[in-house]
């Protein structure tokens, strides 16, 4: 089936404790892209990715780094998490950068940063 | 700076009636805009699209119609079913995904 999965789906962590968020994506698909969805707000794009060793700053970047050594693997990595930092993630990709291509989504992660 | 915003946080409608959400966006340069539904618990899904060359464009149930010259853009859902409850949203590209701005979204509740 194909399909984006990230994994945790949800988290608790303390301010400060490193942590990683896997994204993975079995649909040989070139482009990625982390977003995160706060109340009242859209989604916000944090990283894009448009292939291996790609990557690129979105909206809302400050707090996170990403990797893309692997086609189908696209990891958040937050250093030292802060209490602003608790947000519902989602990982997407699509073939291209094209809009045309639908973007598929995984089914999000639920941080909480005490 | 950009924005794309929904008129109504929350809808409600009765089984089998017709729903219609809509969407302002802030950019006349956007020329791609997309429609997502989110259920709860899961990844926004894509609904249906619309090129700025374009004033309406139907899908199985849905119809986008877009107004370039307000900039506006509305989802009508017919015969609105109780699946279709959940949270929706547009976005506006102006060139690329990683120039898409989404909007806060609507939640639509169906009743029986």
């Known amino acids: 089936e194909a399909q984006v999965t990230q994994n945790p789906r949800y988290l608790i962590t303390v301010t400060g404790k490193k942590l990683t968020v896997t994204c993975s994506q079995n649909?040989?698909?070139?482009?990625m892209s982390w977003y995160r969805q706060d109340p009242g707000l859209g989604l916000r794009q944090i990283y894009y990715s448009m292939n291996v060793e790609v990557t690129d700053k979105g909206d809302v970047p400050e707090g996170y780094k990403v990797s893309r050594k692997e086609k189908r693997n696209f990891p958040l990595i937050l250093e030292s998490p802060s209490p602003n930092q608790t947000s519902l993630y989602f990982c997407?990709?699509?073939?291209?950068?094209?809009?045309?291509?639908?973007?598929?989504f995984g089914p999000g992660t639920r941080l909480t940063v005490l | 700076g950009e924005s794309v915003g929904l008129h109504l946080p929350t809808l409600s409608v009765q089984e089998g009636d017709n729903s219609i959400i809509n969407c302002a966006y802030s950019?006349?340069?956007?020329?791609?805009f997309i429609w997502y539904k989110q259920e709860s618990g899961k990844g926004p899904q894509f609904i249906i699209d619309?090129?700025?060359?374009?004033d309406k464009r139907q899908g199985q149930r849905v119809t986008v119609l877009l107004n370039k010259t307000v900039k506006h853009l509305s989802l009508q859902i017919a015969a609105t079913q109780p699946g279709d409850s959940a949270v929706y949203f547009c976005a506006a590209s102006a060139g690329g995904y990683n120039k898409l701005i989404f909007g806060a979204g609507t939640r639509l509740a169906v009743h029986p």
């Open positions: 619309i090129r700025s060359n374009m």
């Open positions: 649909m040989n698909h070139e482009y």
């Open positions: 950019n006349s340069a956007s020329d791609y």
């Open positions: 997407a990709s699509s073939f291209k950068t094209g809009v045309t291509d639908t973007q598929y």
